[in-house]
Nanobody
Framework: QVQLVESGGGLVQAGGSLRLSCAAS????????MGWFRQAPGKQRELVAT???????NYADSVKGRFTISRDNAKNTVFLQMNSLKPEDTGVYYCRYTSGGVWRSWGQGTQVTVSS
């Protein structure tokens, strides 16, 4: 079992930046890919970015060129640097991981609000 704790959310003006962190604890040896998802009010949760243990990354088209995912395997932490934020980036951001090729448990989420 892995526990995930997100932090770093907040209120920012459009064009601003935030850096989210997700710290993993527990059975961390089982973690392969880590990812960030988000859920805007009234919308389904969507995948934002992923990073494998080998640091291969993938991004949703809506955030390419603005967001950067990274991870520190020694500290069992994954980051999401968000630049040039837009109001449509508003939502709750969640961390998740894969083990055995399957997406596993969610973190509790951190709220990101971008004002226009």
């Amino acid at each position: 079992q892995v526990q995930l704790v997100e932090s770093g959310g907040g209120l920012v003006q459009a064009g601003g930046s935030l850096r989210l962190s997700c710290a993993a604890s527990g059975s961390i040896f089982s973690i392969n890919t880590m990812g960030w998802f988000r859920q805007a009010p009234g919308k389904q949760r969507e995948l934002v970015a992923t990073i494998t243990r080998e640091a291969h990354t993938n991004y949703a088209d809506s955030v390419k060129g603005r967001f950067t995912i990274s991870r520190d395997n020694a500290k069992n932490t994954v980051f999401l640097q968000m630049n040039s934020l837009k109001p449509e980036d508003t939502g709750v951001y969640y961390c998740r991981y894969t083990s055995g090729g399957v997406w596993r448990s969610w973190g509790q989420g951190t709220q990101v609000t971008v004002s226009s």
